[in-house]
């Protein structure tokens, strides 16, 4: 991908991180030079086009490290057209501010000095070991930043650090407005690609251009009756406009959407909407914001309405969204594509305009009438995480009936019977372990001997992973293909134990194609090149449920790596499945375990108890319990006996072997 796109791929990266959490207050630096073969508008940041890309995240910052600087590099490989490799760069060699090297020091300390490079004396940079530059990027907010932030603020050195809030608006500014006037309008088709072309709401307001007589415009309007804040393009952020009106800050939602309403580009798509679910209309903006001073609607975007027909949405076909827009007047939308789909399955004498003026990406978007049986709101990648003994495994067997039949019984044993039914199709289970690897998982080589025995070949390997994706895969283009004929069903492999394995190792390249909208048919499909040389793609219909034991802390960074792919799904103990005195006694053994300072990751699920009477419960804590409670408490024998006695349990000590034996299961002292 050339690097222009991975500089558009990153702003939107950072863009869609302070739409999602507007509450982190995240600032980073634009490039501030022009240049006619760099413009702003495609090189967002600074660095070199042939080596690398530079996204400062704080001030001052430089790309050739002139002065101190605290950003992230992209490394690009010009030959390959891919960033190869993702380093946090921190450089303070300035002698002019030597007074807050100790701040930097502290920086490297709180974030491991032996992992940094040191390439010129106070010029270091660390690599991350992500191989998808997102995941680097993401780890980066969530894990270093905080440290950084942390210490800015305890040297009161937020004014210095921190890139202000309107230095970044400012500049987000110009490159719309640069952009706007950039793009070429041809008979109102704006070139603009499907993925950079942002989708706006637009709905009838008190105060704005009023609906359905918009649509027999051509443009949108809104007027201030209450205000008069003339030509908007003189404000250069909302806190200048409320401070110009004298508004209470931050305190009309209304004066931020008009400036939205401004800067939105031309080409962006309009959906014209009078509540939370309606779609009176569809167009595309055909012109910059203009100022009609003395007209009755003195703000104005020139708009082609492509579609009039109302459209009401179900509240249900698109996935997770019982609404599809906010309560805002003009506000943008990532449902835009997925708006246009259900739009279009109402009305498809629109397909062919929306198609002429690039609404829609290439390809076939008629959606036959399928039966897609049976249908689930399951995430397509769960983890279910939790201490031992709290029915993890056991539970993927209801969850896996549930998804490849889309419903599951209330008795376990019917959904264990139906489980084994389906298991080698429909179903695969597999448990991790230290020693698998990708060529077990996807596809490798395995030795062969021959009939004869006198010779050693190899045959192609083709792992569990790769078998269940190509099952649903078939099944999946078979109901495309053949609609009404062929069920499409969901398929689901069960990965016990997945963080016993090394992630990286086992799913390689394959683990970007998790992602709901990188599966084939999503928006991003992605298909890779496996290294039989046959291309791979993830099928929408494969689920992958996995379970991961929160006491083992073998892979302490695996959820960072998962974060992006999966949902996690909590299991703790559940005393209440229990009869007493198995009940009373887990509730005090996890209250005492918590009494230790011991974190949740460490409490005891209630498996362990389950169908056990009180004569039972001391064999249960001699070969189940107490070895756990010893790997917890690293072998002290005398603390998990204490433990043990404040949860109304008698252990006898063995002198010579530290063994504890359970004696009495009763009330605490």
């Not at 407005?177 to 008190?206: C, I, L, M």
């Not at 209304?254 to 209309?281: C, E, H, P």
């Not at 199709?425 to 001997?449: R, S, W």
Request: hydrophobic share 35%; aromatic share 12%; charged share 25%.
């Amino acid at each position: 991908m050339p690097v222009a796109d991975y500089h558009r791929q990153i702003f939107d990266f950072l863009e869609d991180y302070r739409r999602t959490y507007p509450d982190k207050n995240l600032t980073y630096a634009l490039r501030q030079k022009e240049h006619a073969e760099r413009p702003r508008t495609k090189f967002f940041f600074t660095g070199d086009a042939e080596r690398y890309i530079y996204v400062g995240i704080y001030a001052p910052n430089n790309s050739n490290t002139k002065t101190r600087c605290i950003g992230l590099v992209f490394y690009y490989d010009d030959q390959r057209d891919l960033i190869k490799s993702v380093a946090l760069s921190v450089v303070y060699d300035d002698p002019a501010l030597a007074a807050d090297s100790p701040i930097y020091e502290e920086i490297l300390n709180r974030l491991g000095r032996e992992k940094f490079r040191e390439y010129f004396p106070k010029r270091v940079e660390r690599f991350y070991d992500f191989t998808d530059w997102r995941d680097c990027f993401q780890f980066f907010l969530d894990m270093d930043k905080p440290i950084i932030d942390e210490i800015i603020r305890k040297h009161g050195k937020e004014s210095t650090f921190i890139i202000p809030q309107e230095n970044l608006e400012k500049n987000l500014a110009y490159i719309r407005e640069s952009k706007a006037k950039a793009d070429v309008v041809n008979k109102g088709v704006f070139q603009t690609s499907h993925t950079s072309r942002s989708f706006w709401k637009y709905k009838p307001h008190p105060l704005a251009g009023k609906l359905p007589e918009d649509l027999q415009k051509p443009y949108i309007g809104v007027k201030f009756d209450s205000w008069n804040p003339g030509d908007l393009r003189t404000y250069s952020s909302t806190s200048e406009l409320e401070n110009h009106l004298g508004v209470e800050k931050n305190s009309s939602t209304y004066l931020k959407d008009a400036l939205k309403f401004r800067n939105a580009k031309m080409g962006d798509v309009i959906f014209a909407s009078n509540d939370l679910n309606s779609v009176l209309g569809v167009g595309i903006i055909t012109g910059p914001y203009e100022f009609k001073e003395g007209d009755t609607v003195q703000h104005i975007r020139s708009v082609e309405w492509l579609a009039e027909q109302p459209w009401k949405y179900d509240g249900e076909s698109i996935k997770d969204r019982s609404n599809l827009f906010s309560t805002h007047w003009f506000v943008s939308t990532t449902l835009g594509p997925q708006i246009l789909r259900e739009y279009l399955k109402a009305y498809p004498q629109y397909l062919p305009v929306f198609r002429e003026r690039g609404l829609l990406e290439e390809g076939p978007l008629e959606e036959p009438q399928m039966n897609l049986t049976p249908t689930t709101n399951y995430p397509k990648n769960i983890i279910l995480y939790g201490p031992p003994g709290t029915g993890k495994t056991y539970g993927t067997i209801d969850l896996a009936v549930d998804i490849a039949d889309g419903r599951k019984s209330e008795n376990h044993q019917d959904n264990k019977a139906r489980f084994n039914t389906l298991l080698g199709d429909q179903i695969e289970f597999i448990t991790f372990h230290q020693n698998y690897t990708y060529e077990d998982f996807v596809m490798g080589i395995k030795p062969d001997l021959d009939d004869t025995g006198t010779g050693l070949r190899f045959r192609r390997h083709e792992g569990v992973f790769y078998r269940i994706a190509k099952r649903a895969q078939q099944n999946y283009e078979a109901g495309w293909q053949q609609p009404g004929a062929a069920s499409i069903k969901n398929f689901v492999l069960i990965i016990d134990e997945i963080n016993r394995a090394n992630m990286s190792r086992v799913f390689g390249e394959l683990i970007t194609l998790l992602e709901d909208d990188k599966r084939l048919g999503a928006e991003n499909e992605l298909r890779l090149t496996l290294p039989s040389g046959e291309p791979f793609a993830v099928p929408p219909n494969l689920y992958l449920i996995g379970t991961m034991n929160t006491a083992d802390k073998s892979l302490a960074l695996l959820d960072i790596a998962l974060r992006r792919r999966f949902e996690f799904i909590y299991q703790k103990p559940e005393p209440g499945v229990l009869d007493e005195p198995a009940r009373g006694v887990l509730e005090r053994l996890n209250q005492a375990i918590r009494a230790h300072h011991k974190p949740a990751d460490f409490l005891i699920g209630h498996a362990y108890f389950i169908n056990k009477p009180a004569g039972q419960l001391p064999h249960v804590f001699n070969n189940r319990v107490i070895p756990l409670l010893m790997e917890y408490f690293n072998g002290r024998a005398d603390e998990v006996r204490t433990l043990l006695k404040e949860a109304g349990i008698d252990a006898e000590k063995d002198s010579i072997t530290d063994q504890l034996t359970v004696s009495h299961v009763g009330e605490p002292d």
